[in-house]
């Protein structure tokens, strides 16, 4: 297991698990808010939609496409 900041929340998810995974396991599975004020989550699972878009680090990125590493900073986007 490793531990990491999904936003401003310690959670702690399995070593190889995607952040993707991570929206799922700590919260709604969202990643962001849509201009029209709609959650947003993952579709596609491969990082053509990008609609898993989060900040990690202060990095804009694809959960899907990223594995969870120790002390990561994860923010949605609402």
Known sequence: MIE????GLALRV????TVAAALYL?????SRTSVGDQ???PVCGM??????????DGQRRLACQTLCQPGMCVETHA
């Not at 990491?4 to 936003?7: A, E, G, H, S, Y």
């Not at 399995?14 to 698990?17: H, Q, Y």
């Open 4 to 7: 990491l900041i999904l936003d």
């Open 14 to 17: 399995a070593a190889g698990s």
């Open 47 to 56: 990082g053509i939609c990008q609609e898993c878009r989060v900040s990690i």
């Open 39 to 41: 959650r947003r989550a």
């Open 26 to 30: 700590g919260g709604d599975g969202s």
